[in-house]
């Protein structure tokens, strides 16, 4: 049984950092893109951060760039989100995705990435 488990959401006041987890299991996914998503009370589930299955190439939202930091460690099984500066509008749930796909592109768009986590709550307050 293929899980991405996600770890390492919290609370934290705003200009904090936390770093979000993604551990893989049940099939290893060092051939594939992964990304992060996040989805806010209310807003469609949307795109954070991309990384290729080299770790070579990475994409970010606009409003993210500079603050975080999609990463990969292959032999983990494992990608990571350091998130510096939050913000209150950074407040949402987190989920980790991966895209199936033989070292794929990195999509910004949901619907290649099939494995999902179950999601890790970050709440940035004032």
């Known amino acids: 049984q293929v899980q991405l488990v996600e770890s390492g959401g919290g609370s934290v006041q705003a200009g904090g950092s936390l770093r979000l987890s993604c551990a893989a299991s049940g099939r290893t996914f060092s051939n594939n893109a992964m990304g992060w998503f996040r989805q806010a009370p209310g807003k469609e589930r949307e795109f954070v951060a991309g990384?290729?299955?080299?770790?070579?190439?990475?994409r970010y939202k606009d409003s993210v760039k500079g603050r975080f930091t999609i990463s990969r460690d292959n032999a983990k099984n494992t990608v990571y989100l350091q998130m510096n500066s939050l913000k209150v509008e950074d407040t949402a749930v987190y989920y980790c995705a991966a895209d199936p796909s033989f070292r794929g592109p990195v999509w910004r768009n949901s619907n290649p990435y099939t494995y999902w986590g179950q999601g890790t709550q970050v709440t940035v307050s004032s």
């Open positions: 990384i290729s299955w080299s770790g070579d190439s990475t």
